[in-house]
């Protein structure tokens, strides 16, 4: 993958859609990535992670007790993943499978944990409604 693969931000009319390879001190630094979601970043998100953190690799590691986690689920996070699926009878190959994951399906999920190396995770999506409504 090249070097800026998954780090973007898009929007559409209700949601961001920010890639999920900028790590949390990158995105603090980009004037593409909105103000709401940078103070959310600052005051919340590096109390439990170095700036040097992507999201990609913090929400793998992620618990229900952190507050991190009740930050993302607070705000309906959203996280689109490319997810190996072994071969079947409908696939003679594996192949990868796009989906989207709330926070909740992510953390609690063991399967996916297992298998998390073979996990890419694309894109964080966050409606802005929740974001505009959240209190930093």
């Known amino acids: 993958m090249a070097e800026n693969d998954f780090k973007y931000v898009v929007q559409s009319f209700g949601t961001f859609y920010i890639g999920a390879r900028w790590t949390y001190g990158e995105m603090l ?16 998100l590096l109390k439990e992670v170095a700036p040097d953190t992507t999201m990609e690799n913090h929400i793998f590691f992620m618990t229900e007790q952190d507050f991190a986690y009740e930050t993302l689920k607070e705000l309906k996070a959203k996280f689109k993943m490319s997810v190996w699926q072994a071969p079947d009878k409908k696939h003679k190959s594996g192949h ?31 409606s802005k409604l929740a974001l505009m409504t959240f209190a930093v």
């Open 29 to 44: 630094e980009n004037e593409s990535i909105p103000f709401k979601w940078k103070a959310v970043i600052k005051h919340y």
């Open 96 to 126: 990868y499978e796009s989906r989207e994951y709330t926070i909740e399906e992510i953390v609690k999920n063991t399967a996916l944990h297992a298998q998390m190396d073979t996990v890419v995770v694309e894109e964080l999506k966050l």
